[in-house]
Nanobody
Framework: QVQLVESGGGLVQAGGSLRLSCAASGRTFSSYAMGWFRQAPGKEREFVAA????????YYADSVKGRFTISRDNAKNTVYLQMNSLKPEDTAVYYC???????????????WGQGTQVTVSS
């Protein structure tokens, strides 16, 4: 079992930056692929980024490619999402998730955090 707790969300102006963190409990964190997803009001949860268990492979949604960076520190049981050049359309609740692969479908992830709100003002 893995428990995930996100932090780092907040209110930022367009063009600004935020770094989200997701702290995991459990000794098996390093064996999981990790993903970030987001959900805006009235919309479905969408894939943002994913990283393999080793950190050697990363994947991004086209909408965030070049602006967001996912990384992980297995020694600290933490995965990060560095978000730069934020846009109002990035406003959403951001969730981290743990799964067995880096596929972009939320159905393939087994464990989820509670989410952290990111609001980007124009």
């Amino acid at each position: 079992q893995v428990q995930l707790v996100e932090s780092g969300g907040g209110l930022v102006q367009a063009g600004g930056s935020l770094r989200l963190s997701c702290a995991a409990s459990g000794r098996t964190f390093s064996s999981y692929a990790m993903g970030w997803f987001r959900q805006a009001p009235g919309k479905e949860r969408e894939f943002v980024a994913a990283i393999s268990w080793s950190g050697g492979s990363t994947y991004y949604a086209d909408s965030v490619k070049g602006r967001f960076t996912i990384s992980r520190d297995n020694a600290k049981n933490t995965v990060y999402l560095q978000m730069n050049s934020l846009k109002p359309e990035d406003t959403a609740v951001y969730y981290c998730a743990a799964g067995t692969s880096t596929v972009p479908s939320p159905n393939e992830y087994d464990y989820w955090g509670q989410g952290t709100q990111v609001t980007v003002s124009s």
